[in-house]
């Protein structure tokens, strides 16, 4: 399952303000985003001081994305979850539209049981004590956060997270996949799971991979070599820098043989780095495990076209850990229509 967590806050971080009514703190251009991330998703979650605090109705509003939703056979908008231990207002604004759970325990015990109910998106909106559950369990896999100009001021407001031991400090960040100006508020998104922080640098392999010169001799490949604090340290492409060089190597020639982040750094290629070349003595298995890199992630297991490859086999048996995402790998093959043909 995906779990995206979504919130807005002040400049000084808070949720909300102390009054009764509820503080709006996205525009209306952020407030589409949402609507629209809504729509993509089974089912959106908060807490309870949520529904008695802001009697939210967490539906989706667009008329065009309800449509669309049920065009492809959903309910026009997800289900709504509420994590409760006590009462909620009868009347509550969420239970006038679409089907709603009302459910309790431990964040693992609410997605397992949301899991078995077949919600393969989950958005959480909050507050602040869920935002903390869902992000102090490691169970998230992104984190949308929208900062909006101006300040509460107010400890008596609610805080985005409460207290609580988080998997990210000043050694280990979450990795920011984008920060954008939606009018006057910022986005960022934050990559949060090993799942989703692998995509993404697989997604920079892929447009790496599409600035390669054309060729029918070799594949387009992209790779980036990324620190154990999460930080790309280099990058390359197929004949980036002569007409023979593959993509892990032009990377990491960038860098020196001793540098001290490559035994603890992972490279990402968007295809099996090579174990066997005519063109060159060591090949990108060889010197992936000269650099001593512990950890390789690819998308696109390296077709017989041209060589057999057993890059994932050799750096394997060598102890090197390796990931493939199979899922991804469509597009790799996409980048090589020229050498794949079709
Ligand atoms: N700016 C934004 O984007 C957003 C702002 N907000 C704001 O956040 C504030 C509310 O945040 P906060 O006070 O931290 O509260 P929450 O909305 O996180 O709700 C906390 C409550 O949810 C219930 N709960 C939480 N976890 C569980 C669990 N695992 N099992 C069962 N019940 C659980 C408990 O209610 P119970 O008492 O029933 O046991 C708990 O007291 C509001 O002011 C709201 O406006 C909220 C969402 C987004
Ligand atoms: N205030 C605030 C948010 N608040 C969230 O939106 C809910 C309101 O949902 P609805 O009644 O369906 O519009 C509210 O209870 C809370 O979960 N969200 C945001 O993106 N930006 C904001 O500034």
Redesign the pocket.
């Known amino acids: 399952m995906y779990i995206l967590l979504?919130?807005?806050?002040s400049l000084d971080g808070?949720?909300?303000?102390a009054t009764d009514e509820?503080?709006?703190?996205?525009n209306a251009a952020d407030l589409d985003r949402v609507d629209a991330e809504r729509a993509g998703v089974d089912a959106i979650l908060?807490?309870?001081?949520?529904?008695?605090?802001?009697d939210?109705r967490l539906s989706v509003r667009s008329p065009a994305r309800r449509a669309a939703r049920e065009a492809m056979g959903k309910a026009a908008t997800p289900l709504k979850v509420?994590?409760?231990?006590?009462?909620?207002p009868s009347g509550a604004a969420f239970r006038a539209d679409g089907e709603s759970l009302v459910?309790?325990?431990?964040?693992e015990s609410?997605v397992g049981q949301l899991h078995a109910r077949g919600v393969d998106r989950l958005m959480v909106?909050?507050?602040?004590?869920?935002?903390?559950?869902f992000l102090t369990s490691g169970l998230a896999d992104e984190l949308q956060l929208?900062v909006a100009p101006f300040f509460v001021g107010d400890s008596a407001?609610?805080?985005?997270v409460?207290d609580g031991r988080f998997p990210w400090h000043a050694d280990h960040r979450a990795t920011l996949a984008t920060a954008s100006a939606i009018g006057n508020v910022v986005l960022h998104r934050y990559l949060l799971s090993v799942g989703a922080v692998d995509r993404h640098w697989l997604a920079r392999t892929i447009e790496l991979s599409l600035r390669c010169p054309p060729s029918t001799t070799a594949f387009s490949v992209g790779a980036v070599v990324v620190d154990a604090s999460g930080d790309e340290i280099a990058w390359g492409y197929s004949r980036e820098t002569d007409d023979l060089v593959h993509a892990e190597e032009s990377a990491l020639a960038k860098l020196a043989p001793d540098d001290p982040r490559l035994p603890t750094a992972t490279i990402y290629s968007s295809m099996e780095p090579c174990s066997g070349r005519k063109s060159r003595p060591r090949t990108c298995s060889t010197l992936i495990r000269d650099a001593a890199i512990p950890r390789v992630v690819f998308a696109y297991r390296e077709p017989s076209t041209f060589v057999d490859g057993e890059g994932a086999e050799e750096l394997t048996a060598a102890g090197v850990t390796v990931v493939e995402y199979p899922d991804l790998a469509d597009q790799v093959r996409d980048a090589n229509r020229l050498q794949l043909g079709g």
């Open positions: 979504s919130c807005a806050v808070y949720l909300d303000d509820r503080l709006v703190l996205s908060v807490g309870a001081n949520t529904i008695r605090r802001d939210p509420i994590l409760s231990t006590g009462d909620l459910t309790s325990g431990t964040v609410v909106e909050g507050g602040g004590r869920v935002l903390t559950e929208v407001a609610p805080r985005f409460h």
